[in-house]
Antibody, heavy 118, light 111 residues
Framework: EVQLLESGGDLVQPGGSLRVSCAAS????????MSWVRQAPGKGLEWVSG????????YYADSVKGRFTISRDNSKNTLHLQMNSLRVEDTAVYYC???????????WGQGTLVTVSS | QSVLTQPPSVSGAPGQRVTISCTGS?????????VHWYQQLPGTAPKLLIY???NRPSGVPDRFSGSKSGTSASLAITGLQAEDEADYYC???????????FGGGTKLTVL
């Protein structure tokens, strides 16, 4: 059974940093592109970032480019999102998702809440 | 303002058929990229409902179907049931943005 378990969400001040992670199991993690998608409170889904199976290629939405860094550790089946220079508008539930835009996201984690507030 | 446009809400009575539209442009659906649909029940994570225009993952009832033509797509739900009440999102890839794009979401109310 495929499982994606996010962790690391927290309350952080504007301008601060936070790293959220996603532990994957139930599939060959190193064979798949992985992504982060977020959802602000009461709002729709917004793609944030993606990373190729080997980690050699990364992709970012314009809203986070230069501030967020996606990475993965295929030896530990773990996906990370390092978020720097956080803004109030980054407040959202961050979902880890298996897949990418071309083929869709077939599995999602339960999400981790990041709140940016003073 | 979402790149893919969906109606904010639709409604229908149990047993009826409803459709949800998703309008894109020449840089996403019109460029030949697939459309995928997700169902998000209240308080839960999104779930893949339809992929590649009209393919259903295992476990998704055949009451759900999708279609695509040019720069538009639609999700149809027949035999509406109370448990179908949820938010529905369309999704594609946009070559101009070099990334995934979602519709703004449609809230389905079962009357």
């Amino acid at each position: 059974e495929v499982q994606l378990l996010e962790s690391g969400g927290d309350l952080v001040q504007p301008g601060g940093s936070l790293r959220v992670s996603c532990a994957a199991s139930g599939f060959t993690f190193s064979s798949y592109t992985m992504s982060w998608v977020r959802q602000a409170p009461g709002k729709g889904l917004e793609w944030v970032s993606g990373i190729s199976a080997t980690g050699g290629r990364t992709y970012y939405a314009d809203s986070v480019k230069g501030r967020f860094t996606i990475s993965r550790d295929n030896s530990k089946n773990t996906l990370h999102l390092q978020m720097n220079s956080l803004r109030v508008e980054d407040t959202a539930v961050y979902y880890c998702a298996k897949g990418h835009g071309d083929v869709g996201y077939d599995y999602w984690g339960q999400g981790t809440l990041v709140t940016v507030s003073s | 303002q979402s790149v893919l446009t969906q109606p904010p809400s639709v409604s229908g009575a149990p047993g009826q058929r409803v459709t949800i539209s998703c309008t894109g442009s020449s840089s996403n659906m019109g460029a030949g990229f697939d459309v995928h649909w997700y169902q998000q029940l209240p308080g839960t994570a999104p779930k893949l409902l339809i992929y590649g225009h009209n393919n259903r993952p295992s476990g998704v009832p055949d009451r759900f179907s999708g279609s695509k033509s040019g720069t538009s797509a639609s999700l149809a739900i027949t035999g509406l049931q109370a448990e179908d009440e949820a938010d529905y999102y369309c999704q594609s890839y946009d070559t101009s943005l070099s990334g995934t794009v979602f519709g703004g979401g449609t809230k389905l109310t079962v009357l």
